[in-house]
C-alpha cells in the first residue's frame, strides 16, 4: 500500500504565505546571479592580467603572418589595359607572396591590334579581355590561331551569335548588356583578324 502524502515546506505555505515564497525564490534567484557575478571576476581577474608578450605566438613575425593578406595579384604592367595599384606595394613588403600575372597578347595579335578596328579593339579591351585574354573558362585567348581556327571555320555569322546572345559560360554580350550588336560584332571581329 502506498503511505498517505507529506506536503513539503512550500505546498504548506504557498496558500497561507504567497509572499513569504515569492521572497524566497527571490532571494533565490539574486544568489544566482551575485554567484555568477562572482565567478565572471575571478575569470577575469586570474587570466586578464597574465602578459603575453613573451609568447611565441605574439612575437612581431608571428602576427605579421596571422594578419598578411591569402593573396597578391600581380598584374604585367605591360599588358594592354594593366592598372596599377599604389596601395598594393606596402601589402607586398610586408608578406612575400607568388605573384599571378597575366600574359601580354602574342605578338601577332599586337601588330594586328595597331592595325585593327578602333571599336573592336575598345570593347574587346573593357569587357572580352577579362576572359579572352587568359583563356577562362575555356575561352579561346586572343591571338591563338589553333584555338580560334575550328570556331573561325563555323562562320561569322555563327560567332557573332555566340557572342550577342552567349555561349557555355560566355554571358551574352560579353556580360555588358549595355553594348550594341554593332560593338559586339567589330569585337568579334577585332578577335578573329588576330586569330588569323
Not at 557575478?37 to 608571428?62: D, H, K, T
Not at 593578406?69 to 594593366?82: S, Y
Not at 612575400?96 to 594586328?112: C, D, E, F, R, W
Not at 555566340?162 to 548588356?177: C, D, I, S, T, V
Request: aromatic letters at 4%; proline letters at 10%; glycine letters at 10%.
Amino acid at each position: 500500500m502506498s503511505e498517505p502524502h507529506h506536503p513539503g515546506p512550500i505546498e504548506e505555505n504557498i496558500d497561507s504565505h504567497p509572499a513569504k515564497v515569492a521572497i524566497g525564490v527571490l532571494i533565490g534567484a539574486v544568489a544566482v546571479i551575485i554567484a555568477i557575478i562572482l565567478l565572471a571576476q575571478f575569470a577575469i581577474g586570474a587570466y586578464g592580467s597574465r602578459s603575453r608578450q613573451n609568447e611565441a605566438a605574439m612575437r612581431p613575425e608571428r602576427v605579421a603572418e596571422r594578419i598578411a593578406p591569402v593573396a597578391h595579384l600581380a598584374i604585367d604592367p605591360n599588358a594592354p589595359g594593366a592598372m596599377t595599384n599604389a596601395g598594393a606595394a606596402p601589402a607586398a613588403a610586408a608578406a612575400p607572396t607568388a605573384p599571378v600575372a597575366i600574359p601580354p597578347p602574342a605578338a601577332a595579335s599586337q601588330k594586328t591590334a595597331q592595325a585593327g578596328n578602333g571599336a573592336g579593339k575598345k570593347v574587346f579591351d573593357s569587357v572580352c579581355t577579362a576572359c579572352h585574354g587568359t583563356g577562362v573558362a575555356g575561352a579561346p585567348k586572343f591571338g591563338d590561331k589553333a584555338a580560334w581556327a575550328p570556331r573561325i571555320a563555323t562562320g561569322k555569322e555563327t560567332l557573332y551569335n555566340a557572342a550577342l546572345h552567349g555561349l557555355r559560360a560566355m554571358p551574352p554580350k560579353g556580360g555588358n548588356p549595355s553594348l550594341s550588336d554593332a560593338d559586339v560584332k567589330a569585337a568579334v571581329d577585332y578577335m578573329v583578324a588576330a586569330a588569323k
